[in-house]
Every structure is written in C-alpha cells, then in structure tokens.
C-alpha cells in the first residue's frame, strides 16, 4: 500500500487514517460517514483518501 503520508495541500497526516478508512468502507459503511469520523473534513484530504488506487501488487510484476 502506497498511501501518501500527508495531504499534498494542507500537510495534514492521512496515512494513519487510511487503514481504518478501508476496513470500515469494505464492511459496507458510506465513506462518507467514515471520514467525518476520521476528521478528515477537508476537500484536499477526501481526495486523497478517495483516489487512492492499490496497484503496487500490479506492479511488482514488472521488477525489472
């Protein structure tokens, strides 16, 4: 998992919320009730946690 450690716009830490963000959106609960629990409030940061794509299992395939 390549989660950025802090928002790229306000500095904020992101990478210990991300975790618990995953497990609780994979039980079925609304992101976005999970991240005003999480005090992630801003934009900058929703982004972050919401575009974040798993794909370092993808490319690890291609160890050159």
């Known amino acids: 998992m390549m989660i950025p ?9 992101l990478a210990d919320s ?3 963000f995953q ?5 079925g609960e609304k992101a976005e009730k ?3 629990e999480l005090g992630i409030t801003r934009y900058c940061c929703r ?18």
């Open 5 to 13: 450690v802090r928002c790229f716009s306000c500095g904020k830490v």
């Open 18 to 20: 991300y975790e618990e």
């Open 23 to 27: 497990k609780r959106v994979e039980k």
């Open 34 to 36: 999970v991240l005003d």
């Open 47 to 64: 982004r972050i946690i919401l575009a974040q794509a798993d794909i370092i299992d993808d490319i690890m395939k291609y160890n050159v």
